[in-house]
C-alpha cells in the first residue's frame, strides 16, 4: 500500500501539529463513513440546546433588557461571580478548558450543552477536548449554514485546520558551467559528468534547507503507510469491536492490529478505550 505522507511538505513546524490536524481529519471523515449515526446524533441530542444558546445569545446583544433578563435567568445565587457566553469562542473556551465543575459554577448557561455534549462523546468512546471543540465548531457550522443548506447540514462534520506561515528559505544555485567534448565524450558519460557535479550542490542545498528548518524548530512530517488502519481504529474505538473481531475480519493478527490502534490513537491524540468496554453504543 503507498504510503501518504501526513504533512503537506517533507517538514512542518514543531509537535507535527499539521500531520496531527490530518491525521484527525482522517479520523472523522472515516467516522462519517462507517459510523455516520454518530453526526445524526449530535445534531439530534445536542444540536437544539447549541442552537437554543445562541438564539438566546443573539437575542441579549440586541437590547439590554434581554440580556439583564438572561443574566437574571442563570445568575448563580451563592456565587456573584457568574460569567455569561458571548460567542462561539466563549462556549468552545468553557467547555474545553473549563470541562469541570468550574464550567458550572462560572458559566451556568452552558450546563445544559456541556452535559449532553459529553454523555455523546462518552457514549462512543471520544471524550477528549479536540473532539468537544469540533463538535461545537461543528455545530456553529451548521447553524450559520442551515437557512441554505436545509435539513442535510448534519451529515458533514466542519474539518479541522491550521494556520501557519512556510519558512523563508534560500534560493537553489547551480553554478558550474560545462561544454560537451563530443569528440572524446560519449551522450552518457558527459550527462553522468554534468549530474554528479549537479546531485553534489542539490545535496548540499537540500542538507543546508533542512538545518535551518531544524534550527527554527521544524521536524520531519508524519507519514502513514496504511491508512485503512484509521479504519480499525474506527471499528474498535467507536463501533466497540473487538481487536480479534477486527483480525478476523480483515485477515491480519490480532498484534497488528493492536499495534495500529495504539499508532492511530497517538497520531489523533485520542485515548484508546479499555478493552473489556466493548459492544456497539447503547441506544439513548
Known amino acids: ?111 445544559p450543552l456541556k452535559d449532553e455534549l459529553i454523555k455523546w462523546a462518552e457514549r462512543y468512546n471520544i471524550n477528549c477536548s479536540w473532539i468537544l471543540e469540533t463538535a461545537i465548531e461543528t455545530m456553529s457550522h451548521w447553524y450559520r449554514l442551515s437557512p441554505y443548506v436545509g435539513s442535510k447540514i448534519y451529515e458533514e462534520w466542519q474539518y479541522r485546520g491550521v494556520v501557519f506561515w512556510g519558512l523563508d528559505l534560500p534560493l537553489f544555485e547551480f553554478p558550474e558551467k560545462f561544454k560537451w567534448d563530443i569528440a572524446f565524450e560519449t551522450e552518457k558519460q558527459f550527462k553522468e559528468k554534468v549530474q554528479a557535479k549537479f546531485n553534489e550542490y542539490l545535496n548540499k542545498y537540500i542538507e543546508k534547507c533542512k538545518m535551518e528548518a531544524q534550527e527554527k524548530n521544524y521536524v520531519k512530517g508524519t507519514e502513514k503507510r496504511q491508512v485503512e488502519h484509521f479504519e480499525w481504529f474506527v471499528r474498535y474505538q467507536v463501533q466497540g469491536w473487538s481487536k480479534e473481531k477486527i483480525a478476523r475480519e480483515y485477515h491480519v493478527t490480532r498484534q497488528n492490529v493492536s499495534n495500529a490502534i495504539n499508532e492511530i490513537a497517538d497520531l489523533v491524540g485520542l485515548e484508546p478505550r479499555p478493552t473489556s468496554k466493548g459492544g456497539r453504543p447503547k441506544k439513548g
Do not use: C
Not at 501539529?17 to 459510523?35: P, V
Not at 439530534?44 to 435567568?73: F, M, P
Open 1 to 111: 500500500m503507498l504510503a501518504m505522507n501526513l504533512a503537506y511538505g517533507e517538514m512542518e513546524p514543531q509537535d507535527n501539529i499539521i500531520s496531527k490536524e490530518n491525521a484527525r481529519n482522517i479520523f472523522l471523515n472515516t467516522i462519517k463513513k462507517e459510523m455516520p449515526e454518530i453526526l445524526h446524533t449530535l445534531y439530534n441530542n445536542v444540536y437544539s440546546i447549541y442552537k437554543q444558546l445562541i438564539i438566546e445569545i443573539e437575542e441579549a446583544k440586541k437590547v439590554q433588557t434581554n440580556y439583564i433578563s438572561r443574566l437574571n435567568k442563570y445568575k448563580n445565587k451563592k456565587n456573584e461571580f457568574t460569567i455569561l457566553a458571548w460567542n462561539d469562542k466563549d462556549i468552545e473556551d468553557a467547555i474545553n478548558h473549563y470541562i469541570n465543575e468550574l464550567t458550572d459554577e462560572f458559566y451556568p448557561d452552558l450546563i
